[in-house]
């Protein structure tokens, strides 16, 4: 496997996708439909190449081991309309601002889903990656 593609959220299939899929004129819910289908084949295509997440250190267990797989977030997916020139700078920044407004009115997580769960919403970045693909997550939430 190319050593880059561990931590890799978007592969040229997805962009593809995307750029195929995505319109100014979405809905909010196709939005998150899009991001579900985005997610999907991130998954497949990490399964199908035998792609594993890096072994990193994690702060948890003080061990290395792997970190869960990366998924695609709805703001990476915004931000990637950016980035691989499907939209403008002013059309990400209204996106942003329209999906931060959806979500903190329909209480979902950063993947639009509803979960009310406090714990993985606290759980961001390369330090959520890592506490979610812990094998000891329990013993560091559950307390003394
Ligand atoms: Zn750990």
Same mark, same amino acid.
Not at 58 to 74: D, E, F, I, M, Y
Not at 83 to 105: C, D, I, P, Q
């Given at each position: 496997?190319? =050593?880059?593609?561990?931590?890799?959220?978007?592969?040229?299939?997805?962009?593809?996708?995307? !750029?195929?899929?995505? =319109?100014?004129?979405?809905?909010? !819910?196709?939005?998150?439909?899009?991001?579900?289908?985005?997610?999907?084949?991130?998954?497949?295509? +990490?399964?199908?190449?035998?792609?594993?997440?890096?072994?990193?250190?994690?702060?948890?267990?003080?061990?290395? $081991?792997?970190? @869960?797989?990366?998924?695609? =977030?709805?703001?990476?997916?915004?931000?990637?309309?950016?980035?691989?020139?499907? @939209? =403008?700078?002013?059309?990400?920044?209204?996106?942003? $601002?329209?999906? !931060?407004?959806? +979500?903190?009115?329909?209480?979902?997580? +950063?993947?639009?889903?509803?979960?009310?769960?406090?714990?993985?919403?606290?759980?961001?970045?390369?330090?959520?990656?890592?506490?979610?693909?812990?094998?000891?997550?329990?013993? $560091?939430?559950?307390?003394?």
């Amino acid at each position: 496997m190319a =050593s880059g593609d561990a931590q890799r959220t978007w592969f040229p299939e997805m962009i593809e996708m995307l !750029n195929q899929t995505w =319109s100014a004129s979405m809905s909010a !819910n196709e939005l998150l439909a899009l991001r579900d289908r985005l997610d999907s084949a991130l998954e497949t295509i +990490r399964s199908e190449r035998h792609i594993l997440p890096a072994m990193m250190w994690c702060p948890n267990c003080q061990a290395r $081991h792997r970190s @869960a797989p990366p998924k695609a =977030s709805v703001r990476a997916m915004i931000l990637a309309l950016g980035r691989f020139g499907m @939209a =403008s700078a002013s059309e990400v920044k209204a996106l942003e $601002h329209r999906w !931060n407004t959806y +979500r903190k009115r329909n209480q979902l997580d +950063r993947y639009g889903i509803r979960t009310g769960d406090v714990l993985v919403e606290a759980l961001i970045g390369f330090q959520g990656l890592m506490l979610q693909g812990c094998p000891r997550i329990l013993t $560091h939430f559950e307390g003394p």
